[in-house]
């Protein structure tokens, strides 16, 4: 006798990265920031948690999108909160994709995207990037025309790589939704999401936003959409009635309301990308510029895999990634690092001298 579904049996999940649960680990794995939130989150969290967690929170988060609205000016139903920036993933593959429908992304990129796709019984393909991280144009235009969903992270994951709004716009799917997934947005040199959103095709687009990474607060689970309200209001129709609990709205929006924090932590951590780049190329590998909060890095002459368990032998943990079924069907495997404390980096980039 089956118990599960069909698609749910044939399903890989989704690996996430490491989490060891004891300290004395340097941990550059899951792309976290170093560095703690904002003071004014704890308040704020301290606030509702002594007086408010005997009542359900309110189920729209209106006073978040008031904040989130006036940050991106625009108007506070173009905002969906969520219970972290993969909710939304989900929401949306739930609200405009059917089972046996086309769902699309870049590849190397995200791969819960494949796996969401799977759990909803869509159709699932992947548009293979050119070895330069850069779009097969205007192949995968053809690719696209029957897709419902196109998932496109920008920065990317694991490369890094910020793709211009020209090149966004001209890969919104003709007869579906494109999804622009901004959790790295905050660290890179621009975002184009607005634009885009107010352009001729922002009808047919939705913007996701992550408070993993910039703002400190992957414990958090806390994410949202930006979108026209006509699409807002159909995902709305799908969510939890309270996907969002109170502690994390508070304390997100008090995250919007401290910008110099998380701005000051942004440039930290630009700096560090910028010495960390430099130091592995001094060591013989390959860095692909960042856009993102991590590099991704290859090493000609070494083993990948091997790299990773030797620093993991020393507490030090990076995310060995491999993807296999490129261009040319070949496979391409390298480490993905996180921007760390510049401590951590030094730590690393010690063990890398006499490993390399």
Same mark, same amino acid.
């Given at each position: 006798?089956?118990?599960?579904?069909?698609?749910?049996?044939?399903?890989?999940?989704?690996?996430?990265?490491?989490?060891?649960?004891?300290?004395?680990?340097?941990?550059?794995?899951?792309?976290?920031?170093?560095?703690?939130?904002?003071?004014?989150? /704890?308040?704020?969290?301290?606030?509702?948690?002594?007086?408010?967690?005997?009542?359900?929170?309110?189920?729209? !988060?209106?006073?978040?999108?008031?904040?989130?609205?006036?940050?991106?000016?625009?108007?506070?139903?173009?905002?969906?909160?969520?219970?972290?920036?993969?909710?939304?993933?989900? /929401?949306?593959?739930?609200?405009?994709?059917?089972?046996?429908e086309l769902v699309c992304a870049p590849y190397p990129s995200y791969i819960l995207y494949?796996?969401?796709?799977?759990?909803?019984?869509?159709?699932?393909? &992947?548009?293979?990037?050119?070895?330069?991280?850069?779009?097969?144009?205007? #192949?995968?235009?053809?690719?696209?025309?029957?897709?419902?969903?196109? =998932?496109?992270?920008?920065?990317?994951?694991?490369?890094?790589?910020?793709?211009?709004q020209e090149t966004v716009t001209g890969l919104v799917p003709p007869r579906g939704v494109l999804v622009l997934d901004e959790a790295y947005?905050? =660290?890179?040199? &621009?975002?184009?999401?607005?634009?885009?959103?107010?352009?001729?095709?922002? !009808?047919?687009?939705?913007?996701?936003?992550?408070?993993?990474?910039?703002?400190? /607060?992957?414990?958090?689970?806390?994410?949202?959409?930006?979108?026209?309200?006509?699409?807002?209001? !159909?995902? &709305?129709?799908?969510?939890?009635?309270?996907?969002?609990?109170?502690?994390?709205?508070?304390?997100?929006?008090?995250?919007?309301?401290?910008?110099?924090?998380?701005?000051?932590?942004?440039?930290?951590?630009?700096?560090?990308?910028?010495?960390? #780049?430099?130091?592995?190329?001094?060591?013989?590998?390959?860095?692909?510029?960042?856009?993102?909060? =991590?590099?991704?890095?290859?090493?000609?002459? &070494?083993?990948?895999?091997?790299?990773?368990?030797?620093?993991?032998?020393?507490?030090?943990?990076?995310?060995?990634?491999?993807?296999?079924?490129?261009?040319?069907?070949?496979?391409?495997?390298?480490?993905?690092?996180?921007? !760390?404390?510049?401590?951590?980096?030094?730590?690393?980039?010690?063990?890398?001298?006499?490993?390399?």
């Open positions: 006798m089956r118990l599960f579904r069909p698609d749910v049996d044939r399903l890989t999940a989704y690996t996430p990265g490491e989490q060891p649960q004891e300290s004395g680990w340097v941990k550059l794995n899951t792309n976290e920031n170093p560095y703690p939130p904002s003071p004014r989150v /704890l308040e704020a969290i301290e606030r509702v948690a002594s007086s408010r967690l005997h009542v359900y929170p309110d189920p729209v !988060g209106t006073s978040f999108r008031k904040a989130a609205a006036e940050l991106l000016n625009v108007e506070p139903d173009w905002i969906l909160p969520a219970n972290g920036s993969d909710e939304n993933l989900t /929401l949306l593959l739930r609200t405009f994709a059917d089972p046996g494949e796996t969401l796709a799977a759990i909803q019984g869509a159709a699932f393909s &992947r548009i293979l990037l050119n070895p330069d991280w850069s779009w097969p144009l205007p #192949a995968c235009r053809e690719q696209i025309e029957n897709c419902k969903l196109l =998932f496109i992270p920008n920065p990317n994951s694991p490369s890094g790589t910020f793709w211009d947005g905050d =660290f890179a040199d &621009r975002s184009d999401a607005i634009k885009i959103l107010s352009s001729d095709v922002g !009808g047919r687009v939705v913007v996701t936003r992550s408070f993993s990474k910039s703002y400190s /607060l992957a414990g958090l689970r806390f994410g949202y959409a930006v979108a026209h309200p006509d699409l807002i209001r !159909g995902m &709305r129709k799908v969510k939890d009635s309270y996907n969002c609990d109170a502690l994390s709205l508070a304390g997100a929006e008090a995250a919007l309301h401290d910008q110099d924090w998380m701005l000051a932590n942004r440039e930290k951590i630009i700096a560090t990308r910028g010495r960390l #780049a430099t130091a592995l190329e001094d060591l013989g590998f390959d860095v692909t510029p960042s856009q993102a909060n =991590f590099v991704w890095t290859t090493h000609a002459e &070494r083993d990948h895999k091997q790299l990773y368990e030797q620093l993991k032998a020393g507490r030090i943990l990076v995310r060995y990634m491999q993807f296999p079924d490129c261009i040319g069907e070949t496979t391409i495997d390298g480490l993905r690092i996180s921007i !760390g404390r510049n401590e951590e980096i030094d730590q690393l980039l010690t063990a890398l001298n006499t490993l390399v």
